[in-house]
């Protein structure tokens, strides 16, 4: 009788370490789902890759215009800006005219989101507008 406790007791510790080291790798996931979460939470547009420097005066200039100066910054220098800095001037573009023509909002989100690779830093901010602009 000694020995079936003895054997019963071994199998509830291992049972009880194993349940142990479960819950050990869902805490270690969840924190580094968080720490992934805040690192991408922490892009900075001006740093985007895709757009030249001398750009960023005349930018800058079009986004105290709102959205109709955005729309002519993006008409005008399009083709020297590439992604994912496009993207990004795009969705402030998206925000910003919105209120007022919500179906051109929705049209270059869409453009925007077909563009953009789950690889790419604007990605979440894309999943972020996706419930509002689609």
């Known amino acids: 009788m000694t020995k079936v406790i003895s054997?019963?007791?071994?199998?509830?510790?291992?049972?009880?370490?194993?349940?142990?080291?479960?819950?050990?790798?869902?805490?270690?996931?969840?924190?580094?789902s968080s720490r992934k979460a805040a690192t991408a939470a922490q892009v900075v547009p001006e740093q985007l890759p895709g757009m030249p420097?001398?750009?960023?005066?005349?930018?800058?200039?079009?986004?105290?215009?709102?959205?109709a100066g955005l729309k002519n910054w993006l008409r005008q220098y399009r083709s020297k800006v590439t992604d994912p800095r496009l993207a990004w001037i795009e969705l402030d573009y998206v925000v910003l005219v919105a209120r007022d023509d919500p179906a051109e909002a929705r049209r270059v989100f869409a453009g925007v989101k077909q563009r953009t690779t789950p690889a790419s830093p604007v990605y979440e901010r894309v999943k972020q507008l996706e419930k509002t602009y689609e």
């Open 7 to 32: 054997v019963f007791v071994i199998v509830l510790v291992l049972y009880g370490g194993w349940e142990l080291f479960l819950y050990w790798e869902k805490v270690r996931d969840e924190k580094e």
């Open 53 to 67: 420097y001398t750009l960023e005066p005349t930018l800058q200039a079009a986004q105290k215009g709102g959205a």
